[in-house]
């Protein structure tokens, strides 16, 4: 894999890179209506953006007040390559940092593997978000 850097950040820092990569994945991907994607939380969240070795930005996700991972995203050409993988790292000790005793995120259901391998438990039935099947899951952290 080529080497990848993540970046935490605010919203204003953040949102260019984060937006191209959400609007590639959710809306034009996934089909996810761009008025779904967007919603007011975004100012209020550590956002996480991963550059490759030329600076791109290649995926994104951020953590919520409430302890939630959400819109976690890796373009097309990276996935498989551990980027995911350095987001979710990147968002979970910023998490610890914050001393929250677990995340939470709702899991499109073709990814619970990759979020069970990081420690996520799945809880509950599968719902629908977005049109998409999702399941929530859950981590607590420790020190």
């Given at each position: 894999?080529?080497?990848i850097?993540?970046?935490?950040?605010?919203w204003?820092?953040?949102?260019?890179d984060?937006?191209?990569?959400r609007?590639?994945v959710f809306v034009?991907e996934?089909?996810?209506?761009?008025e779904e994607?967007?919603?007011?939380?975004?100012?209020?969240?550590?956002?996480?953006?991963?550059?490759?070795?030329?600076g791109?930005?290649?995926?994104?996700?951020r953590?919520?007040r409430?302890a939630?991972?959400?819109r976690?995203?890796v373009?097309?050409?990276y996935?498989?390559?551990?980027v995911?993988?350095?987001?979710?790292?990147a968002?979970?000790n910023?998490?610890?940092?914050?001393?929250?005793?677990?995340?939470?995120?709702?899991?499109?259901?073709h990814?619970?593997?990759f979020?069970?391998?990081?420690g996520?438990?799945?809880?509950g039935?599968v719902?629908?978000d977005?049109?998409?099947?999702h399941?929530?899951?859950?981590h607590?952290?420790?020190?």
């Amino acid at each position: 894999m080529s080497r990848i850097k993540v970046i935490l950040g605010d919203w204003a820092s953040c949102q260019r890179d984060a937006m191209l990569i959400r609007y590639e994945v959710f809306v034009q991907e996934q089909r996810v209506p761009v008025e779904e994607e967007q919603d007011l939380e975004d100012p209020h969240c550590v956002h996480a953006v991963a550059y490759d070795e030329r600076g791109a930005a290649v995926g994104t996700g951020r953590l919520l007040r409430n302890a939630h991972i959400g819109r976690m995203a890796v373009l097309a050409p990276y996935r498989g390559r551990g980027v995911g993988s350095l987001l979710l790292t990147a968002l979970v000790n910023e998490a610890r940092r914050r001393k929250y005793l677990e995340v939470v995120l709702a899991a499109q259901l073709h990814a619970q593997a990759f979020y069970a391998a990081h420690g996520f438990v799945a809880e509950g039935g599968v719902f629908l978000d977005a049109g998409i099947e999702h399941v929530t899951m859950r981590h607590a952290l420790t020190a």
